[in-house]
């Protein structure tokens, strides 16, 4: 698909690339927080899985930029932003990267070391949990995943933004309040949930409200966000037209800088020279 059609078919797409973000991704965090207010009073946040890097745009933009550029703050801290991926990243003004998987107890330690004894106000993750295709295990670690939330956070909220596409189950969880069990020791969450996921172990936990029979299964609402009047992710609108009436497509703000694919095509293009030459061999013989 040529990248007009693409421009076409896909306003958000078309959209991040005029105002220069990396990823369609940006107006989903930019929605999200026109409905929950997210960035409100926050100075130190950490963004999971940030490769290519819109949300670290949008963090960089909404946080970073505007102390920078603000006479009041010039005494404070600028706000604090780290970003994780396994990914490199291209750099972003404001933003610390730290390439690791954030699954890794290593990785964690070095996001802590640079809040330097302070809590992050604000955790966002575009990662999501592998599938593996086996629906019973799938759906298990799904709802691992949701009874964590849940034992976390008193207010829970499933968000999907308008520029996330209905075509996708995609959605995102919106937690609210960090209250975490009384003594939580991070090291004792494998047993937390364990006691969480069974029925008796459910009496002993302040997690009651909301929950329905038996394990694993809680009420989470789900909420529409993005301003419904505005562009449709499913929908394709006309290009502009610019200059002498023919529209220009754009290109991409920022490539990857190393993505996983570059090694595949690395490899296909060496096995494709290897063909070619073999069959050169074939002929000469
Ligand atoms: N929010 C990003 C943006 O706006 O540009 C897009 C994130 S992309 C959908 C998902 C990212 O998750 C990928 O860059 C991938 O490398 C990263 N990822 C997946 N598993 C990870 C892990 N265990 N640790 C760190 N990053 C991971």
Known sequence: MGKASRDKRDIYYRKAKEEGWRARSAFKLLQIDEEFNIFE?????????????????????????????????????P?????????????????????GDITNAQTAEVVIRHFDGCKADLVVCDGAPDVTGLHDMDEFVQSQ?????????????????????????????????????QGFNPKDLHRLLEKAGSPSGMDDLDCSSGWLEGPNKVYIPFLACGDLSGYDSDRSYPLPKVGEGTYQSLDPVQ??????????LEMKKASNHGIRELEKLSLDS
Do not use: H
């Not at 933009?61 to 005494?75: E, F, I, N």
């Open 41 to 77: 009073g926050v100075k130190r946040v950490v963004d999971l899985c940030a490769a290519p890097g819109s949300w670290s745009q949008v963090l960089s933009r909404k946080l970073y930029l505007p102390a920078k550029l603000s006479q009041d703050s010039r005494d404070d801290d």
């Open 79 to 99: 706000p604090l932003i780290v970003a994780i991926d396994l990914q490199p990243m291209a750099p972003i003004e404001g933003v610390i990267q730290v390439q």
């Open 145 to 181: 995943l949701i009874l964590a939330l849940k034992l976390f956070f008193p207010v829970v909220t499933f968000a999907k933004p308008r520029s996330s596409r209905n075509s996708s189950i995609e959605a995102f969880a919106v937690c609210e309040n960090y209250s975490p069990p």
């Open 255 to 264: 490539p990857p800088i190393a993505p996983p694919y570059k090694r595949a």
